[in-house]
Nanobody, 119 residues
Framework: QVQLVESGGGLVQAGGSLRLSCAAS????????MGWYRQAPGKQRELVAV???????NYADSVKGRFTISRDNAKNTVYLQMNSLKPEETAVYYC?????????????WGQGTQVTVSS
């Protein structure tokens, strides 16, 4: 099994910054892709940003230029630096990882961390 533990959420004023972290542990041979998704109340979960093991990144259009995803492969950890936050980005942010355990590829999710942006 694989566990993802997120941290770094909280309350911030509009225009402020937060940095989220997500550490993976457990039966990990390698991690293909890691990413962040978010889900606001009454809305579907949506992609925020993803990063491959090679460092290629992809962002939702709405966060380009303000959010930066990075990872530390040695620590199996992914980060999301969020700047110039907007009230409409209030949501639960979830970490996702596609993990190769050595015999099976699986998708895993963290428990989520709340980000609240006040106006």
């Amino acid at each position: 099994q694989v566990q993802l533990v997120e941290s770094g959420g909280g309350l911030v004023q509009a225009g402020g910054s937060l940095r989220l972290s997500c550490a993976a542990s457990g039966s990990i041979f390698s991690i293909n892709r890691m990413g962040w998704y978010r889900q606001a109340p009454g809305k579907q979960r949506e992609l925020v940003a993803v990063i491959t093991s090679g460092g290629s990144t992809n962002y939702a259009d709405s966060v380009k230029g303000r959010f930066t995803i990075s990872r530390d492969n040695a620590k199996n950890t992914v980060y999301l630096q969020m700047n110039s936050l907007k009230p409409e980005e209030t949501a639960v942010y979830y970490c996702n990882a596609r993990v190769w355990s050595g015999y099976v590829m699986g998708d895993y999710w963290g428990q989520g961390t709340q980000v609240t942006v006040s106006s």
